[in-house]
């Protein structure tokens, strides 16, 4: 799909023209425990052991450099209060001596400059600093002069090596000597005509059928809501993100914190529900209902789509993870009226509990992007549910952080939780 899920390990693909134009560099990233920081704040401090560090956060990069992963991105956060961009220990001792990485290590965006607090308060003892911790390459967006005169000085008066130098050089030229860019330094523009083709487009539909994950399904297990049927003869689609393909890929999609609204070329999920019902099936969109209105329509069932706002990195921390309104509004309003099924379009669980009772069936459908017909192809039974959940849906957030094999473990749904149905021919 054309949007991303926030995990532990990010992938970010550099598009480069290479030897075999089909290529293309590969970034792991945000090395390491990023994903393990302190209340989930974007470049918070991450608490753990040795031991927790190279058992829960480290495995992705075993397997990514074994794979051939050419470059790693070090995260902004901290381990145990070191700056990841400062530690030399995690960057050139394990990860280029131990695991003998042979890519190079890139800084995030003015990673080097938030070793400091504030950021570039002293930016030559952070130029030091990240250079000799092992990092080859960095991402610098506004002054790259300021930290080549700073270099410069820090090599000229020997508080650098030319062996480091030499490291990260080296590094550095192997990779692109192996993607031939010395040979091919230019883009080749006639591999811009695949991007958004069709067939990409239907993979990307598949990805969002096959990672939907069906958390309720009938108020009772003997009377299943799912697969809904296409023949009802008037049904409702209501929510703030049921008609937006801004809210449907979130962040990081045309704009850094994405937008709301018609942002990009893409299928919502109520264009999707419309062109899988019945030629006869009534469909009526109403954002934010009130019950006197559902009760007054005779509606077969409703389809509410409900989530976050797109955003990315700390514009997305929260420290209560609910529902903004008038999502709870929307759901209690139309749930309690008839029957429905909520579509989450959120990029991490949220809180859902209070309201789980008054709903029929509920989905995770993550952040569907501009495939929203993927979400529809599942619904209606043309595909079963198959998903299953990557992470622990925790009842409130008092309970975090919560993990399987934790001493308590009480989830609202548990890791690897997911309801299945089958496809249902001739719907």
Known sequence: MYTQVKSLIWVFLFFCVCLFRHKVIV???????????????????????????????????????????STIMVSYSSFNGKKMHANRDLITGFLKKTQRFRGFVISDW????????????????????????????VMIPYNYTEFID??????????????????????????????????????DYSMAKYLGIQEHRELAREAVRKSLVLLKNGKSADKPLLPLSKTAPKILVAGTHADDIGNQCGGWTIEWQGKSGNTTAGTTILTAVRN?????????????????????????YAIVVVGELPYSETMGDSLNLTLAEPSPTIIKN????????????????????PLVDQIDAL??????????????????????????????????????????????YDPLYPFGYGLTTNPVKGN
């Open 334 to 353: 139309v749930c309690g009226t008839v029957k429905c099924v909520v579509v989450l379009v959120t990029g991490r669980p949220v809180v859902v509990q």
């Open 276 to 300: 899988t019902v019945d030629p006869k099936t009534e469909v009526v969109f109403s954002q934010n209902p009130d019950s006197g209105y559902v009760k007054q329509n005779n509606f077969s």
């Open 27 to 69: 970034s792991a990233k945000h090395y390491v425990g990023d994903g393990g920081t302190t209340h989930g704040i974007n470049e918070n401090n991450t608490v753990a052991s040795m031991h927790e560090l190279l058992s829960i956060h480290m495995p992705a990069y075993y397997d990514s450099i074994i794979k051939g992963v």
């Open 150 to 187: 700073g270099l410069t000085f820090l090599v000229k008066n020997n508080f650098v090596s030319m062996t480091r130098i030499n490291d990260a050089v080296r590094r550095i030229l192997r990779v692109k000597f192996t993607m031939g860019l010395f040979e091919n330094p230019l883009a």
């Open 110 to 137: 003015q990673g080097i400059d938030r070793i400091t607090s504030p950021p570039h308060a002293n930016y030559t003892y952070s130029i030091l600093a990240a250079v000799n911790a092992g990092i080859d390459m």
């Open 363 to 408: 989905v995770a459908a993550w952040l569907p992007g501009s495939e929203g017909q993927g979400v529809a192809d599942v619904l209606f039974g043309d595909y079963g549910f198959s998903g299953k959940l990557p992470h622990t849906w925790f009842k409130t957030v008092d309970q975090l952080p919560m993990n399987v094999g934790d001493r308590v």
